[in-house]
């Protein structure tokens, strides 16, 4: 028995939607970074994206546990000497529902060029539409 590794040309994509409406973000981002990364297929290689494409939906309605919605942080930093800024899960989750799940899923992808390339294939809307009807995408529960 052979052991083969996955080619670009023969990877094939499907289409995922994921409602996260009150799942906690942790468990979601670690399921949805699985799919990103194509661990939940046969033909999965490390070094090739064999991952699909998943979408996101009710990003605004994602639990957090504990007191995490106050105490949770999130950093940037603008370069310049002074130039951190800070800002709570609570106030960022009213702001840009959006980023607290891309950042999460994020930090769960390898570190290098190729999660670059993963992570673009997360689409994330706030509400339970989306513009990706044409793609028949498959509803996928976690």
Not at 57 to 64: F, M, P, Q, S, Y
Not at 76 to 90: L, M, Q, T, V, Y
Not at 102 to 124: D, E, Y
Request: avoid cysteine; charged fraction near 25%.
């Amino acid at each position: 028995m052979k052991t083969e590794a996955a080619k670009i040309q023969e990877v094939s994509r499907d289409w995922y939607v994921v409602d996260v409406d009150g799942k906690v973000l942790g468990r979601v981002a670690t399921q949805i970074a699985n799919i990103l990364r194509g661990k939940n297929k046969p033909t999965f290689t490390p070094s090739v994206d064999t991952g699909d494409f998943v979408i996101v939906v009710n990003a605004e309605k994602i639990a957090l546990t504990g007191n995490k919605m106050a105490d949770k942080m999130y950093y940037s930093h603008s370069g310049f000497p002074g130039g951190i800024k800070e800002i709570n899960a609570e106030k960022l989750l009213q702001k840009k529902p959006e980023d607290v799940i891309k950042k999460a899923v994020k930090g769960m992808l390898p570190k290098n060029k190729l999660s670059r390339h993963m992570l673009s294939k997360l689409k994330i809307y706030t509400g339970s539409e989306h513009p990706h009807k044409a793609q028949q995408p498959k509803n996928i529960t976690l």
